[in-house]
């Protein structure tokens, strides 16, 4: 069993820059790869960035590539998801994901691969 807990968000506009985190407890974090994915309003949820649970591997959506930073800290149990250069089209919930894997390389990017999900934070961007 792992819980996630989201914060971060809030209302920016367009340009500016927001870092959201993710705190995990129950089982080992070390051992999961995590994700971020969002959903805006009538929209399917989609893929955002990735991260494995050894050496650091990640993976961009193409859309938020050289704007957005997925990092973590193990010690900490915490992963982040920095977002700069921020547009109205990153306006979305977002959500923290854990999968188990055994893959220490691993970055998932399929959301039906997922096993945890965190409650979501509102990330607001207006013009």
């Known amino acids: 069993q792992v819980q996630l807990v989201e914060s971060g968000g809030g209302l920016v506009q367009a340009g500016g820059s927001l870092r959201l985190s993710c705190a995990a407890s129950?089982?080992?974090?070390?051992?999961?790869?995590m994700g971020w994915f969002r959903q805006a309003l009538g929209k399917e949820r989609e893929f955002v960035a990735a991260?494995?649970?050894?050496?650091?591997?990640?993976a961009y959506a193409d859309s938020v590539k050289g704007r957005f930073t997925i990092s973590r800290d193990n010690a900490k149990n915490t992963v982040y998801l920095q977002m700069n250069s921020l547009k109205p089209e990153d306006t979305a919930v977002y959500y923290c994901?854990?999968?188990?894997?055994?893959?220490?390389?691993?970055?998932?990017?399929?959301?039906?691969?997922?096993?945890?999900w965190g409650q979501g934070t509102q990330v607001t961007v207006s013009s």
């Open positions: 994901a854990a999968a188990i894997t055994a893959q220490a390389l691993a970055v998932i990017q399929i959301a039906q691969l997922y096993d945890y």
């Open positions: 991260i494995s649970w050894r050496n650091g591997n990640t």
């Open positions: 129950g089982r080992t974090f070390s051992r999961h790869a």
